[in-house]
T-cell receptor, first 117, second 114 residues
Framework: GAVVSQHPSWVICKSGTSVKIECRSLDFQATTMFWYRQFPKQSLMLMATSNEGSKATYEQGVEKDKFLINHASLTLSTLTVTSAHPEDSSFYIC?????????????FGPGTRLLVL | AQSVTQLDSQVPVFEEAPVELRCNYSSSVSVYLFWYVQYPNQGLQLLLKYLSGSTLVESINGFEAEFNKSQTSFHLRKPSVHISDTAEYFCAVSNSGGYQKVTFGIGTKLQVIP
């Protein structure tokens, strides 16, 4: 089956620093990846759609200058939280469609837990 | 715009008892429906999905869900739960067609009591 990995699995950082989260499709190429954020006891909220070789598409209310997305290759998308603050602490999850799988199922990474002190 | 409502934030149930997790959706277009499960500190795993055809869909671990278009519902059921079913369950909807983004409900925490 399609496998999506994320690195790191958790990160603690000081307020004002930037944090980069990687999302990799391990056994398939993904032209499109999605980034979600999940606050405690809440659902996943789509932040942006990451497109290989082009700019990401951000959802309404998501600051693109704060959450930088780079999809430089068909197997890697990165999310950089710039100048992180405590309110950015959350669980960040990426997902991708597999071109060899069905067109309806997204495969999710295990998530990255970010804690900003 | 689409939305998903999961009415129950938490559902406690005794082991081997039946359970139903409720999900209602709203959409002005044809939809696909999904149930995902999330175990603690893990990502989401697809449990089952409805695309078209038979309105009753089943998972390999005994869960089933029925698409009811008139009631705009997609409730998840299991006749006999196990301790290992304790997890967060998310109902989700997307437009029909491939590679669509998905809207999730708030989730229902299923707590199976021994």
């Amino acid at each position: 089956g399609a496998v999506v990995s994320q690195h790191p699995s958790w990160v603690i950082c000081k307020s004002g620093t930037s944090v980069k989260i990687e999302c990799r499709s391990l056994d398939f190429q993904a032209t499109t990846m999605f980034w979600y954020r999940q606050f405690p006891k809440q659902s996943l909220m789509l932040m942006a759609t990451s497109n290989e070789g082009s700019k990401a598409t951000y959802e309404q209310g998501v600051e693109k200058d704060k959450f930088l997305i780079n999809h430089a290759s068909l197997t890697l998308s990165t999310l950089t939280v710039t100048s992180a603050h405590p309110e950015d602490s959350s669980f960040y999850i990426c997902s991708a469609f597999s071109p060899t799988g069905d067109q309806e199922t997204q495969y999710f990474g295990p998530g990255t837990r970010l804690l900003v002190l | 715009a689409q939305s998903v409502t999961q009415l129950d934030s938490q559902v406690p149930v005794f082991e081997e008892a039946p359970v139903e997790l409720r999900c209602n959706y709203s959409s002005s277009v044809s939809v696909y429906l999904f149930w995902y499960v999330q175990y603690p500190n893990q990502g989401l795993q697809l449990l089952l999905k409805y695309l078209s055809g038979s309105t009753l869909v089943e998972s390999i671990n005994g869960f089933e869900a029925e698409f009811n278009k008139s009631q705009t519902s997609f409730h998840l059921r299991k006749p006999s739960v196990h301790i290992s079913d304790t997890a967060e369950y998310f109902c989700a909807v997307s437009n029909s067609g491939g590679y669509q983004k998905v809207t999730f409900g708030i989730g229902t925490k299923l707590q199976v009591i021994p």
